[in-house]
């Protein structure tokens, strides 16, 4: 069993509406909780960063990290097509070297 | 992808010969990674190093070195390319103003023959 879990999608929705994503994750021992959204061809780039539980707001961008379930969510408001990418969610611990543990990615397409 | 340079973009090359690819950054940045991405499988981290000459392994690092002779290089050597290594190929750094968040180049995609 992969530390992360991650739908891979594809997650299909209007334009408009609202975009719910989520990991799970198995080490307790993570702290730090991140988003990166990756259009085609092209590398991750950091969305969101959190650090231990709760809510976090960016713009249209809420990252929520639940860690008495080990749950992480991503929810995109007002969805736009340029929306459309995949999203992996990442995670690590102190004392983990800088290295990050990542989910396999959900690629979402924002219909116009 | 500022402050990131991969090369090459892409490359194809036959079984059995080494590949060195390149990650070139400007920030000075202490931490640099190189990862594989593949479908069904998601972002793998092969190597990584915490300053120069310091490199350690990562989950994937069979049939891959590192050598990081420069803060601004850090160089991946596949010694004896194999088909299972076809994959695309990122570096990254850590960024500025994000505890353990990383920047990431373009990519190298690899295709083995």
């Known amino acids: 069993q992969k530390e992360v879990e991650q739908d891979p999608g594809p997650l299909s929705v209007p334009e408009g509406a609202i975009v719910s994503l989520n990991c799970t994750y198995s080490?307790?021992?993570?702290?730090?909780f991140m988003w990166y959204r990756q259009y085609s061809r092209k590398g991750p780039e950091l969305l969101m960063y959190?650090?231990?539980?709760g809510n976090k707001e960016d713009g249209r961008f809420t990252a929520q990290v639940d860690k008495s379930s080990k749950y992480i969510s991503l929810f995109i408001r007002d969805s736009q097509p340029s929306d459309s990418a995949t999203y992996l969610c990442?995670?690590?611990?102190?004392?983990?070297?800088?290295?990050?543990?990542f989910g396999g990615g959900t690629r979402v397409l924002v219909k116009p | 992808d500022a402050g990131i340079t991969q090369s090459p973009r892409h490359k194809v090359t036959e079984t059995g010969t080494p590949v060195t690819l390149r990650c070139h950054q400007t920030?000075?940045?202490?931490?640099m990674y190189w990862y594989r991405q593949d479908p069904g499988h998601g972002l793998r981290l092969i190597h990584y190093?915490?300053?120069?000459?310091?490199?350690d392994k990562g989950e994937v690092s069979d049939g891959y070195s590192v050598s990081r002779s420069k803060t601004e290089d850090f160089l991946l050597t596949l010694e004896s390319a194999t088909s299972s290594q076809t994959s695309v190929y990122f570096c990254?750094?850590?960024?500025?103003?994000?505890?353990?968040?990383?920047?990431f180049g373009s990519g190298t995609r690899l295709t083995v023959v």
């Open positions: 990442a995670m690590t611990s102190l004392g983990a070297g800088n290295k990050l543990t």
């Open positions: 080490n307790s021992a993570f702290q730090y």
């Open positions: 959190t650090y231990s539980s």
């Open positions: 920030e000075n940045h202490r931490y």
């Open positions: 190093s915490y300053g120069v000459k310091d490199t």
């Open positions: 990254a750094t850590e960024q500025a103003g994000s505890n353990y968040g990383y920047t």
